[in-house]
């Protein structure tokens, strides 16, 4: 059988939750402007309900699971992110505060990079905004291969130089600087628990 799943109407000929698709489509099809977005649990979408279209808008359906958790993550902190069309391909990746979502710092696209790439420069580019901040905050990334490098001091990638993306090559560059003046704790980058915590607030939505 298909699984439950909780739609949740924000604007539309009447807003609520709604269990099944052919009552939430009642209220959006044909209507301008319609806000809504179905959810994997009646938890999820009351939290939903209750906050901002804004919140969830182009995000995953899971990105604000966290907030239910027996677990949480620690706050205050900031998630990064990447996203890319291809291998390689259009890469981009941003920084957002954990607890509100508010983007923080957002860069790209470049030709010719990798997702992981992506997420070992949006790792280094929050620790380096923290710096000029004079703020210390855990950073969440669920890159286990970033956060692998970031420590390591070295971006490992397989990623072919060319023409393209000789501005990427640049930038990683820059990170593997920083990072070899500057000692981390070892607490300082954690990984984001997916599977308890859905996704990244950070995530560009796009899966």
């Given at each position: 059988?298909?699984?439950?799943?909780?739609?949740?109407?924000?604007?539309g000929?009447?807003?609520?939750?709604?269990?099944s698709?052919?009552?939430?489509?009642?209220?959006?099809?044909?209507?301008?402007?319609?806000?809504?977005?179905?959810?994997?649990?009646?938890?999820?979408?009351?939290?939903?309900?209750?906050?901002?279209?804004?919140?969830?808008?182009?995000?995953?359906?899971?990105?604000g699971?966290?907030?239910?958790?027996?677990?949480?993550?620690?706050?205050p902190?900031?998630?990064?992110?990447?996203?890319?069309?291809g291998?390689?391909?259009?890469?981009?990746?941003?920084?957002?505060?954990t607890?509100?979502?508010?983007?923080?710092?957002?860069?790209?696209?470049?030709a010719d990079?990798?997702?992981n790439?992506?997420?070992?420069?949006?790792?280094?580019?929050?620790?380096?905004?923290?710096a000029?901040?004079?703020?210390?905050?855990?950073?969440?990334?669920?890159?286990?291969?970033?956060?692998?490098?970031?420590?390591?001091?070295?971006?490992?990638?397989?990623?072919?130089?060319t023409?393209?993306n000789?501005?990427?090559?640049?930038?990683?560059?820059?990170?593997?600087?920083?990072?070899?003046?500057?000692?981390?704790?070892?607490?300082?980058?954690?990984?984001?628990?997916?599977?308890?915590?859905?996704?990244?607030?950070?995530?560009?939505?796009?899966?």
């Amino acid at each position: 059988m298909p699984k439950q799943k909780y739609y949740v109407v924000w604007k539309g000929r009447k807003t609520g939750i709604f269990t099944s698709w052919a009552e939430c489509e009642k209220q959006v099809k044909g209507f301008v402007g319609a806000q809504y977005k179905a959810f994997e649990s009646e938890h999820e979408a009351d939290a939903a309900y209750l906050a901002n279209y804004d919140e969830y808008k182009g995000k995953a359906s899971t990105s604000g699971k966290w907030k239910l958790a027996s677990i949480q993550p620690l706050l205050p902190s900031m998630c990064v992110d990447a996203a890319c069309s291809g291998s390689p391909g259009k890469l981009e990746y941003r920084g957002v505060t954990t607890e509100s979502g508010k983007e923080i710092f957002r860069t790209g696209p470049y030709a010719d990079g990798t997702n992981n790439v992506g997420e070992f420069l949006a790792i280094v580019h929050a620790l380096t905004w923290q710096a000029k901040h004079n703020m210390h905050i855990p950073v969440y990334s669920d890159s286990e291969n970033a956060i692998l490098w970031v420590y390591n001091g070295q971006c490992k990638t397989k990623l072919k130089r060319t023409a393209k993306n000789a501005v990427v090559f640049a930038l990683i560059q820059s990170a593997e600087n920083w990072l070899a003046e500057n000692e981390l704790p070892e607490d300082k980058i954690i990984k984001w628990d997916t599977d308890l915590w859905g996704e990244n607030p950070a995530d560009f939505g796009r899966k």
